[in-house]
C-alpha cells in the first residue's frame, strides 16, 4: 500500500533531510506537512502541491483516516511530546535525531508503540554516509587487522552563533553540539564496536549567545577493546581527517563530509545521476608504514531508510533503526555529561 506520510516541522530535518527522500519513493505520499512559518508554507506549498498545510498539530491527530506515518523533524525539545501524541493517535512514527532528551523518555516511548503495535524507529540517516558504508566494510572485512582505535569528527568553524532554536535551546530541550552531532558519531562508534563500558568527555561553550554546548570530545572504551575518540565541534578553525582508523595492519584515513546534504542543499534529488557519489579525489586511503592506496568510496545511500520503514511498515520487517539503538546513544550521551561534570569538579 501507499504510505500516507505527514511531515511535523519543514526546516532543514523535514524540508531538506524527509521530504525529497519521502518524495522519490513510490512507497510513500506526502499528504500533510505541519508548518507554520510563512516562507516555509510557501516552500512546502510549491514543493509538495498535493499535501495539506497545517499550521499546527491539533488538526493531524483527527487525521487518523488519512495518514499512516508521522515524520517529527521539529525542534529537538518537541520530539517526545509529538511522538507520543502521534503514537496514542495511531499512527506509525519516524523521529529526527536526537531521538528524545534522555534514556527513560525514549523507553516511554518504545514501550507505548510496542503496546500499539506500531512502528517507530529514530532517522540515524548517517549510517547510510559514503565514507561509513566504506569505513564499516573495511572493518569487516578484516583488511585493517585487529582495530585499536576509532576516530570520528564533525568540525567546522561558525564563531559567530546563528540565529534560530539550535542556538537557544538548553540541554534540557536537547540543545548544543552534543546533542546535535554526538548521536551521528556516538551511533556509529557502537554500530561499528559494539556496548560501551567507560566514556570520558570534554564538554565546553565557547560562544557568546548559544544556551549550550558547542565544543565537544568523547573518549569510549568499547567491550570489544576498541578505544574511539570522536569530534563535535562548531569552532574548529581547520578540520581534522572525517575518519581515521587505526588497525594492527592498517590505517584508514578519509576528509571531507558525505556529500548528500550539499547536494540536496543545491537541489539535487535521490534518484539524480551521481546522486551520494564522491569523486575519486575525495576518496580515502589506507597506510601501511610507507606505503598509501586510495579506496574507492562507496556510495552514500540516504533512501535506504526510508525503504527499510516501508518494508517494515508494509511487510513487518525490522526498523531501519531499532530505537533502542539510539537509547543506547542517550546513555552515552548522559555519562559523557556526568563525567565532563566529575572532571571540572576536581
Request: glycine share 10%; net charge negative; hydrophobic share 45%.
Amino acid at each position: 500500500m501507499v504510505i500516507r506520510t505527514a511531515i511535523i516541522g519543514f526546516g532543514t530535518a523535514g524540508g531538506l533531510f524527509h521530504a525529497p527522500f519521502l518524495a522519490a519513493d513510490p512507497a510513500f505520499r506526502i499528504d500533510a506537512i505541519v508548518t507554520r512559518d510563512p516562507a516555509r508554507v510557501e516552500r512546502a506549498t510549491s514543493e509538495h502541491p498535493q499535501a495539506r498545510i497545517l499550521a499546527d498539530t491539533a488538526a493531524l491527530w483527527e487525521m487518523t483516516d488519512s495518514i499512516d506515518l508521522v515524520v517529527v523533524a521539529s525542534p529537538s525539545g518537541s520530539h517526545a511530546a509529538h511522538a507520543e501524541s502521534a503514537l496514542r493517535a495511531g499512527y506509525h512514527v519516524v523521529v529526527d535525531k536526537p531521538f528524545v532528551a534522555d534514556a527513560e523518555t525514549g523507553e516511554t516511548l518504545i514501550a507505548i508503540a510496542a503496546a500499539r503495535d506500531l512502528m517507530l524507529t529514530v532517522f540515524q540517516n548517517r549510517r547510510w554516509d559514503g565514507d561509513f558504508l566504506t569505513v564499516s566494510d573495511l572493518v569487516k572485512s578484516g583488511r585493517l587487522g585487529e582495530i585499536r582505535r576509532f576516530e570520528s569528527r564533525f568540525t567546522w568553524w561558525q564563531p559567530q552563533a546563528p540565529e534560530g532554536w539550535k542556538a537557544e535551546a538548553p540541554v534540557a530541550e536537547a540543545g548544543g553540539i552534543l546533542f546535535d552531532l554526538g548521536p551521528h558519531l556516538i551511533d556509529q562508534a557502537l554500530q561499528l564496536f559494539g556496548p560501551v563500558v567507560d566514556v570520558y568527555a570534554e564538554i565546553d561553550t565557547v560562544r557568546e549567545g548559544v544556551a549550550a554546548d558547542d565544543d565537544v570530545f568523547i573518549a569510549l572504551e568499547h567491550e570489544s577493546g576498541v578505544r574511539s575518540h570522536l569530534w563535535m565541534s562548531a569552532v574548529a578553525p581547520e578540520p581534522g581527517p572525517r575518519f581515521r582508523v587505526l588497525g594492527a595492519e592498517g590505517t584508514y584515513v578519509s576528509w571531507g563530509l558525505d556529500g548528500q546534504e550539499t547536494a540536496l542543499v543545491a537541489g539535487r534529488r535521490p534518484g539524480d545521476p551521481g546522486f551520494g557519489e564522491r569523486d575519486q579525489a575525495e576518496w580515502g586511503s589506507i597506510t601501511t608504514g610507507d606505503n598509501g592506496e586510495s579506496v574507492p568510496m562507496t556510495r552514500g545511500q540516504y533512501e535506504r531508510f526510508y525503504a527499510g520503514v516501508a518494508a517494515s511498515i508494509n511487510s513487518g520487517s525490522p526498523v531501519p533503526v531499532d530505537p533502542a539503538d539510539a537509547v543506547a546513544g542517550l546513555r552515552v550521551i548522559a555519562a559523557a555529561r556526568a563525567a565532563a561534570a566529575s572532571r571540572t569538579k576536581k
